[in-house]
């Protein structure tokens, strides 16, 4: 009988992986143990994964669109604007 197990890695923040490129169809992100209390890994993935990695980009980065303030947060209403609320002369 065979087992498996699924191992989760949580990699901090402040953890800056490495991307190297095996060959003409793989390349690796790397993980180092030093970073990750010498829990570090390389996973390498192919031209095949493509798709899927492209997915996972994606969902990243909805993620990251979802943690930035609109921006209008950040725009100031000028003289003209209909919110401008300023001194008149």
Not at 6 to 31: E, F, K
């Amino acid at each position: 009988m065979q087992t498996w197990t699924n191992t989760v890695y949580n990699i901090p923040d402040h953890t800056q992986p490495c991307i190297s490129v095996l060959d003409t169809r793989r390349v690796a992100l790397h993980l180092p143990g030093y970073m990750l209390d010498g829990r570090g890994f390389v996973l390498q993935v192919s031209v095949a994964h493509l798709e899927r990695i492209q997915q996972l980009c994606a969902a990243l980065e909805q993620l990251a669109a979802a943690l930035e303030p609109p921006e209008e947060m950040f725009s100031h209403p000028v003289p003209g604007d209909p919110d401008y609320v300023g001194l008149e002369p």
